[in-house]
């Protein structure tokens, strides 16, 4: 078999983690990969300096991910067509509000016979309802889209904490092997499985929980009040699937995709600091993401608010109250002390 080409298209604090251990993983199997890991970045200038240049001079993604060195072979790119021209190996790594755009700036350049894989946590809305972005991928540059999700609190990753993960293939037998070659590493513990779409939808709405679980520690609750937000939050995402994504399978639930990433959110991940800065301040979501985040996105909200609007026109709100209340209480229509009548009225109690 050839070796194959790496290209990351995104270069965020996850981005780049991701890139840490692709660019290290393809120099230890030089049999399966080339050497050099292309990796799209949005061109910006950090003191007075393009940042592309920064990274690919110290070696170091010193806005998104400071202090934490990517390998040398690990190379910026500020043009996506560019970055993907001839790649076998498409890893999409940012917001996924962005997909389509990037994508349409991809066509003609993206290698036939290719494999994406998608570490976007999101959904897209359509005209015919809700959509997978692995598909959206699929459909934008007509290639197979694999997916990874875990439990991956990007600083611990960086910092080498141990943890697991899970990819979602609809080919296990033939690409496990290679996809575990290309993100495995003592620390980071992959496990390959053929149920994407349960594997993607976990990604997706565990933010909008931790949001919740957020809400909670705004409000000076305890450990017990939060464990019934992921309770409750596990038991809409369960009802979800069965609704929207038939054939889910419930053992996915189990895996590090599942209830690991879940809690892991609920407890260390940024939308869970969203969801307490809402309650200690009365500043929109964009400006507390510019706080926050120093540039990047907050994912859970805008997944709120899709959904939001999908099951307010199927008529089915009262059947996901937490996730309801959540995107309300983002968009300031709700005081989020209403958040624990919620938790204590929820259908699940019934």
């Known amino acids: ?196 779409k349960t594997v993607e939808m976990c990604g997706a709405l565990k933010n909008v929980v931790g949001i919740g679980a957020g809400i909670v520690d705004g409000l000076n609750y305890g450990d017990n009040t939060k464990a019934a937000v992921i309770r409750l939050g596990l038991m809409e995402m369960v009802e979800f699937g069965k609704i929207f994504f038939p054939g889910c399978k419930m053992e996915t639930f189990f895996e590090s995709c599942g209830v690991a990433d879940l809690v892991a959110t609920c407890h260390g991940g940024r939308n869970r600091m969203l969801g307490e800065a809402v309650v200690k301040s009365d500043k929109p979501i964009k400006e507390l993401e510019k706080e926050i985040l120093h540039g990047q996105s907050f994912q859970g909200p805008l997944v709120a608010k899709e959904i939001y609007g999908m099951l307010a026109e199927k008529n089915m709100l009262s059947r996901f109250p937490l996730f309801a209340a959540i995107h309300t209480i983002c968009e300031r229509k709700m005081d989020p002390r209403q958040f624990i009548d919620c938790l204590r009225e929820h259908p699940e109690h019934v």
């Not at 790496?6 to 030089?30: C, F, L, T």
């Not at 959509?131 to 999700?149: K, Y």
């Open 1 to 196: 078999m050839s070796k194959k080409t790496v290209s990351i298209i995104g270069s965020g604090n996850w981005g780049s983690v991701i890139a840490k251990i692709v660019g290290k993983n393809v120099i230890d199997n030089p049999d399966k990969f080339e050497r050099t890991v292309r990796m799209w970045m949005y061109e910006e200038m950090v003191d007075g300096q393009k940042l592309t240049e920064i990274v690919n001079t110290k070696h170091e993604n010193v806005k998104y991910l400071p202090g934490v060195k990517l390998s040398e072979n690990v190379v910026a790119n500020p043009d996506v067509a560019e970055t993907v021209k001839g790649a076998d190996i498409l890893i999409f790594v940012l917001p996924h509000q962005f997909v389509r755009p990037t994508c349409k700036h991809m066509e003609g350049h993206v290698k036939k016979g290719a494999l994406a894989v998608s570490l976007i946590k999101g959904f897209a809305i359509t005209e015919d309802g809700i959509q997978l972005i692995s598909n959206m991928i699929t459909e934008c540059i007509g290639i197979d889209c694999a997916v990874l999700m875990g439990a991956n609190l990007a600083g611990e990753v960086a910092d080498e904490q141990f943890c697991e993960t899970t990819i979602g293939n609809s080919d296990k037998k033939k690409m496990g092997k290679m996809l575990n070659d290309l993100f495995e590493t003592s620390y980071f513990r992959c496990t390959v499985i053929e149920d994407i």
